[in-house]
């Protein structure tokens, strides 16, 4: 993952999320092939993300860089999971919340790093 914060901590909530609607949805303690798969490709778009530590979170982005189909299977996590958040893990829920709020995503400027 990049050293980039705010991509790391979206990562952190997409695993996040991830694992809870796995963990409710298809058992067991480890993803599922198909919820792999999802993080997998989830964590790759943001890790190419052009607008870096000035992004939104995905729902809102200008961009959409996911696959419909993909998009479509994020979003069902994200409604089983995001709502669930805030009593596993209050602290990645408020963070995202605040960063939802976040209206238009900042892009990289030209001096900028991409970590």
């Not at 993080?39 to 790759?44: D, G, I, R, T, V």
């Not at 996911?66 to 602290?91: C, D, F, N, S």
């Not at 990645?92 to 900028?112: E, F, T």
């Amino acid at each position: 993952m990049s050293k980039n914060k705010r991509i790391e901590r979206e990562g952190n909530t997409v695993k996040t999320m991830i694992a809870m609607y796995c963990r409710k949805n298809h058992g067991g303690e480890k993803l599922c092939s198909e919820c792999a798969e999802l993080q997998e490709y989830a964590l790759k778009r943001l890790e190419n993300c052009p607008f870096g530590e000035g992004k939104t979170t995905c729902a809102k982005c200008p961009v959409h860089c996911y696959k419909p189909q993909m998009r479509e299977r994020i979003r069902v996590v994200m409604r089983y999971a995001g709502p669930r958040m805030i009593y596993t893990h209050p602290l990645q829920a408020v963070s995202h919340i605040i960063d939802s709020r976040r209206r238009i995503p900042l892009k990289n400027q030209p001096g900028d790093k991409k970590q």
